[in-house]
């Protein structure tokens, strides 16, 4: 999971629009190095926003719906572009990038 993010931030993977990963089970210590050496944001996205892209993802799924998440931005680097990386219940986490139809997907209005 670090390598594809790193990767990503580095303007790799740019054909990545939403990632789902299934981890056995993430715990704190697991967390602070998955994001070791990744410049992480306070996410841009609401409550409502981040939910509404839950619900779309875990449909596609079949999983229930995470009982808390921790929810950060990253940036790439090349172009500006940015991702919310979502980590649920500590076992899924899910990539979404800032790409029109995943903000159209939550709801934002695109100009």
């Known amino acids: 999971m670090k390598t594809i993010l790193e990767s990503w931030v580095a303007g790799r993977n740019r054909e990545m629009e939403i990632g789902f990963f299934r981890i056995d089970k993430l715990t704190d210590q697991d967390h602070k190095a998955l994001f070791s050496g990744i410049k992480t944001q306070d996410t841009q996205l609401t409550g409502v926003e981040i939910t509404s892209f839950l619900v779309s993802t875990i449909d ?22 940015r991702a919310t990386v979502i980590e649920g219940d500590k076992r899924n986490m899910f990539v979404m990038v800032w790409s029109e139809s995943n903000l159209r997907m939550i709801g934002q209005e695109i100009d």
């Open 60 to 81: 596609l799924h079949k999983m229930r719906f995470p009982s808390s998440t921790i929810t950060v931005d990253i940036v790439r680097k090349s172009d500006g572009m």
